[in-house]
């Protein structure tokens, strides 16, 4: 009879202890559905965020380009009204009558000139002499 006692009790404390470590060591479904519900704010926070900033540069865009188009007709309206009401060498000097005419003497004087890129080496002042892209540069030989 004792074999049968110590037999029920080792397998009720085995069923208590088994409980006990599932409850544990089982993830929570009510915390996975938290953290899932989570992630789906969160996601939807970041395409909200993404749309504003999309629609933020796009309007910035479109601004820049009224900027624009307000200044070039401010400038048309003061090369016109120098001209105008100006003597035509004091209004040459003051504004030119074309809009790119400012920009097109500082273009014409950098295109003249030839542009020669840096060089990341040094060049050998002599024919004879190693240069500095060689493997033996700078390298004494042993006598």
Known sequence: MSIWLIA???LTIGI??????TDKL???SKRVRDLENQISTL????????????DHF????????RMTENYKGIYQHLASGAQNLCSTEVAGKLLPTESDATFSASTSDENSQERIPPRDYATRTSSDRIGALSENFGIEKPD
């Open 26 to 28: 089982s993830t929570n």
């Open 16 to 21: 208590v202890v088994g409980v006990i470590l």
């Open 58 to 65: 796009s309007k910035t865009a479109e601004l820049v380009h």
């Open 8 to 10: 029920i009790g080792c």
């Open 43 to 54: 996601k939807e926070s970041h395409e909200e965020y993404k749309e504003n900033v999309s």
